[in-house]
């Protein structure tokens, strides 16, 4: 047993590094090809930002992109001939200076008023919205309907994120659906969590957090106990800095396990997002909630003990991170498309 945990801790650390699950560094310049990719997922075709379309447009770009420029050619199909004559201008050529100013044009202030290493997190995540399977691209897409058609800038518009025990899942979709919002510039939209046999955030959720930037602290209060011998912390949970302005929202929330209609939580006119298949046949209809979204993801509770624990933790709250973000760019261009 003694030579057999050391090789199984380094087949584990062996998978994390080779998968791309642990957390990239804050980095200050993404390259050409990633700015070009932010640019097409902001202006491009109808399209640009639905999972589906993710690794052909990725492709295509790879083959227009040639010394950092695009040109009115090598674009057709990927943008819209008078929307790159706009940016271009006269020479209908985009060279790496003038993406990097549309894209500076673009940045919302709540992006800016995210954790670093948050940013950061989710930079990255725009990356790969080739990853998301084909079931969560359909939840992708019909909470992004949603939100297009709900969302009003300064009003608060609520989600609730539902799963059995409200311990992990529904932990991570939470904050990073808070992420998501921000990154987009819709930070109005305000994730909850909540369960329906609720115990205790676990540890493991927090320290997979904490691994991009969250900030995850105890308040040393309890929140009501589901289990009566399973303690139920209160945490502060910290995606962005305080903003300048009295009305700007907030970029942290006090968690604890819940029951997904508790007080704490909106109690009519939000999305639920079922993310777990025992919460999903437990809660065939959510009372007061406007749409019902089921998109669930295997626990990672799974893995617990094992090897491969923090890497599962993290592969989960990708997948779902992941999916937020392509909801909320999706729902930002339709919006813009209007």
Same mark, same amino acid.
């Given at each position: 047993?003694?030579?057999?945990?050391?090789?199984?801790? @380094?087949?584990?650390?062996?998978?994390?590094?080779?998968?791309?699950?642990?957390?990239?560094?804050?980095?200050?310049?993404?390259?050409?090809?990633?700015?070009?990719?932010?640019?097409?997922?902001?202006?491009?075709?109808?399209?640009?930002?639905?999972?589906?379309?993710?690794?052909?447009?990725?492709?295509?770009?790879?083959?227009?992109?040639?010394?950092?420029?695009?040109?009115?050619?090598?674009?057709?199909?990927?943008?819209?001939?008078?929307?790159?004559?706009?940016?271009?201008?006269?020479?209908? +050529?985009?060279?790496?200076?003038?993406?990097?100013?549309?894209?500076?044009?673009?940045?919302?202030?709540?992006?800016?008023?995210?954790?670093?290493?948050?940013?950061?997190?989710?930079?990255?995540?725009?990356?790969?919205?080739?990853?998301?399977?084909?079931?969560?691209?359909?939840?992708?897409?019909?909470?992004?309907?949603?939100?297009?058609?709900?969302?009003?800038?300064?009003?608060?518009?609520?989600?609730?994120?539902? @799963?059995?025990?409200?311990?992990?899942?529904?932990?991570?979709?939470?904050?990073?659906?808070?992420?998501?919002?921000?990154?987009?510039?819709?930070?109005?939209?305000?994730?909850?969590?909540?369960?329906?046999?609720?115990?205790?955030?676990?540890?493991?959720?927090?320290?997979?957090?904490?691994?991009?930037?969250?900030?995850?602290?105890?308040?040393?209060?309890?929140?009501? +106990?589901?289990?009566?011998?399973?303690?139920?912390? @209160?945490?502060?949970?910290?995606?962005?800095?305080?903003?300048?302005?009295?009305?700007?929202?907030?970029?942290?929330?006090?968690?604890?396990?819940?029951?997904?209609?508790?007080?704490?939580?909106?109690?009519?006119?939000?999305?639920?997002?079922?993310?777990?298949?025992?919460?999903?046949?437990? @809660?065939?209809?959510?009372?007061?909630?406007?749409?019902?979204?089921?998109?669930?993801?295997?626990?990672?509770?799974?893995?617990?003990?094992?090897?491969?624990?923090?890497?599962?933790?993290?592969?989960?709250?990708?997948?779902?991170?992941?999916?937020?973000?392509?909801?909320?760019?999706?729902?930002?261009?339709?919006?813009?498309?209007?």
């Amino acid at each position: 047993m003694s030579r057999s945990r050391p090789r199984a801790a @380094c087949i584990a650390a062996l998978i994390l590094a080779s998968s791309g699950l642990a957390p990239a560094p804050s980095v200050a310049d993404p390259g050409p090809f990633v700015r070009a990719l932010w640019l097409l997922q902001r202006y491009g075709n109808p399209g640009s930002t639905d999972p589906r379309n993710d690794q052909g447009l990725k492709a295509k770009l790879s083959k227009a992109l040639k010394d950092s420029v695009l040109t009115a050619n090598e674009v057709q199909g990927l943008m819209d001939s008078a929307t790159f004559k706009k940016l271009a201008g006269a020479d209908a +050529r985009l060279d790496d200076a003038e993406i990097r100013k549309a894209l500076d044009a673009e940045v919302p202030p709540s992006r800016e008023r995210l954790l670093p290493k948050v940013r950061a997190y989710a930079d990255l995540l725009t990356t790969s919205l080739d990853m998301i399977d084909e079931k969560h691209r359909e939840g992708a897409a019909e909470f992004a309907d949603w939100l297009a058609a709900n969302y009003e800038p300064g009003k608060p518009l609520h989600v609730t994120v539902i @799963c059995t025990g409200n311990s992990r899942r529904s932990f991570l979709g939470a904050t990073t659906g808070n992420i998501a919002a921000a990154y987009c510039g819709m930070p109005e939209v305000r994730f909850h969590s909540g369960g329906t046999a609720p115990s205790a955030c676990n540890k493991r959720t927090v320290a997979t957090l904490k691994e991009i930037g969250v900030g995850v602290e105890p308040t040393g209060k309890e929140g009501p +106990r589901g289990e009566p011998k399973t303690a139920n912390p @209160c945490y502060r949970i910290a995606w962005g800095s305080a903003g300048r302005l009295a009305d700007e929202p907030a970029m942290e929330v006090v968690e604890f396990s819940k029951n997904y209609a508790d007080p704490a939580n909106p109690q009519e006119s939000f999305a639920a997002l079922l993310v777990c298949g025992e919460a999903d046949e437990a @809660c065939p209809t959510v009372r007061g909630a406007a749409v019902r979204i089921s998109m669930p993801y295997l626990d990672p509770k799974l893995y617990d003990d094992s090897p491969f624990e923090a890497a599962k933790y993290a592969e989960r709250r990708d997948d779902i991170g992941r999916m937020m973000l392509a909801s909320f760019l999706q729902a930002r261009n339709k919006r813009a498309s209007k």
